[in-house]
């Protein structure tokens, strides 16, 4: 497992191996040993996944606040999509600054690691995306939150317009309403 830096503090492309002979492949998509070697969570609570029928698609911009904000390792099976966070907290250098990349099926051993107080969003790039999600955090749905995916105080620059989102995420808030209703903040 190799871990590469992003731009943004504490956040880390993982690169998993992959063992490769004539059947096909085999890649471990998550170590609890490699995790907690590098200081990372290591003890996973729950795996997800998100199925997404059309290209365009958009998911977030979602995270959970204090006391439980979420980390996550995630990590695209099928498909392809343009994966983003954002740094929501406070305290840290990247604070308010965006991380965006290509997941894609073609690349199984890479994945991306978002720790606590990111938010999190993608917009799949062909039909048939799936998103694989490792979860570190029990699941709080009073403590979930969101901003909309093209805020300008923000200002994510997706590859292409979005053409699916859910009412959910289409009536979320601009982040500066948010900004002012979150009273725990995040770590």
Request: proline share 6%.
């Amino acid at each position: 497992m190799e871990i590469e830096r992003t731009p943004l503090s504490d956040c880390h492309i993982i690169h998993f191996s992959r063992q490769i002979d004539a059947r096909g492949s085999f890649t471990r998509s998550f170590d609890y040993s490699e995790f907690l070697n590098l200081g990372l969570p290591h003890t996973v609570d729950h795996t997800a996944e998100a199925f997404n029928k059309n290209s365009l698609t958009l998911r977030g911009m979602h995270f959970q606040e204090s006391p439980m904000p979420d980390a996550k390792l995630v990590r695209c099976t099928s498909g392809a999509a343009f994966d983003v966070i954002v740094d929501l907290r406070r305290q840290s250098p990247t604070f308010k600054q965006w991380y965006g990349l290509v997941l894609s099926e073609n690349d199984l051993n890479k994945a991306l690691y978002v720790p606590a107080g990111f938010a999190h969003g993608y917009l799949t790039l062909r039909d048939e995306t799936t998103m694989s999600y490792h979860l570190f955090t029990p699941y709080a749905a009073e403590l979930q939150r969101g901003f909309r995916f093209d805020d300008p105080e923000i200002g994510i620059e997706w590859p292409e317009a979005p053409l699916v989102i859910a009412e959910r995420d289409a009536n979320l808030p601009a982040y500066s309403s948010l900004d002012r209703e979150l009273t725990n903040g995040l770590s």
